[in-house]
Nanobody, 115 residues
Framework: QVQLVQSGGGLVQPGGSLRLSCAASGTIFSITYMGWYRQAPGKQRELVATITSGGSTNYADSVKGRFTIYRDNAKNTMYLQMNSLKPEDTAVYYC?????????WGQGTQVTVSS
């Protein structure tokens, strides 16, 4: 079993920055890749960014150049640095881990970009 606990998020003005964290515990050695997803009101959950155990990253076109996904293996934590935030980035953000045991989700955290 893998447990993912998120922190970060909140209210920020357009153009601002936020960092999300996702701390993993349990059988984390089984995780092959992790990612961030988001779900805006009335919309389906969408992929934001992923990172493999080898460090390869992938981003949605809408966030390329503004968001950075990275992980600190010593802390078993994945991060999403979000810069130049736009109102359309407003959503509940979820972290996800996929491994031998299946897929695991964090509890979600609200990000609101508004003036």
């Amino acid at each position: 079993q893998v447990q993912l606990v998120q922190s970060g998020g909140g209210l920020v003005q357009p153009g601002g920055s936020l960092r999300l964290s996702c701390a993993a515990s349990g059988t984390i050695f089984s995780i092959t890749y992790m990612g961030w997803y988001r779900q805006a009101p009335g919309k389906q959950r969408e992929l934001v960014a992923t990172i493999t155990s080898g460090g390869s990253t992938n981003y949605a076109d809408s966030v390329k150049g503004r968001f950075t996904i990275y992980r600190d293996n010593a802390k078993n934590t994945m991060y999403l640095q979000m810069n130049s935030l736009k109102p359309e980035d407003t959503a509940v953000y979820y972290c996800k881990g996929v491994g031998l045991g299946g897929a695991y989700w964090g509890q979600g955290t609200q990000v609101t970009v508004s003036s």
